[in-house]
């Protein structure tokens, strides 16, 4: 069982959307987790995450500070990015990761162990 993302959709600028993922039970606290997203014909990138699952260090790329927010919901074995104020900017198709390596580089790279499908995020009027 693989990281599930789900949530994405079509949303006027200026909108909100939330995208959940469902974590596998081997996805411990010692594991980092977070959001990537990708632009086609564009390399991958951290949009925000956990660092490690025994801390709340977060991360954000700067053009969504402020706008974006992750969440864990340990009991529910899901993390969740709240996206507004959208732009369309922010289309791409939107991954969760994890990777055990995170902790201990102190950082969260696109180079990930588990990664879940897409989903795609579409900001148009």
């Known amino acids: 069982v693989q990281l599930q993302a789900s949530g994405g959709g079509l949303v006027q600028p200026g909108g909100s959307l939330t995208l959940s993922c469902a974590i596998p039970?081997?996805?411990?606290?010692?594991?980092?987790i977070g959001w990537f997203r990708q632009v086609s014909g564009k390399g991958r990138e951290v949009v925000s995450c956990f660092v490690s699952g025994y801390t709340s260090t977060t991360y954000y790329t700067n053009s969504v500070k402020g706008r974006f927010a992750i969440s864990r919901d340990a009991a529910k074995n899901t993390l969740r990015l709240q996206m507004n104020s959208l732009e369309p900017e922010d289309t791409a198709v939107y991954y969760c990761?994890?990777?055990?390596?995170?902790?201990?580089?102190?950082?969260?790279?696109?180079?990930?162990?588990?990664w879940g499908q897409g989903t795609l995020v579409t900001v148009s009027s």
């Open positions: 990761a994890a990777d055990s390596a995170w902790p201990l580089m102190g950082r969260c790279t696109t180079h990930a162990q588990y």
């Open positions: 039970e081997y996805v411990s606290d010692a594991f980092g």
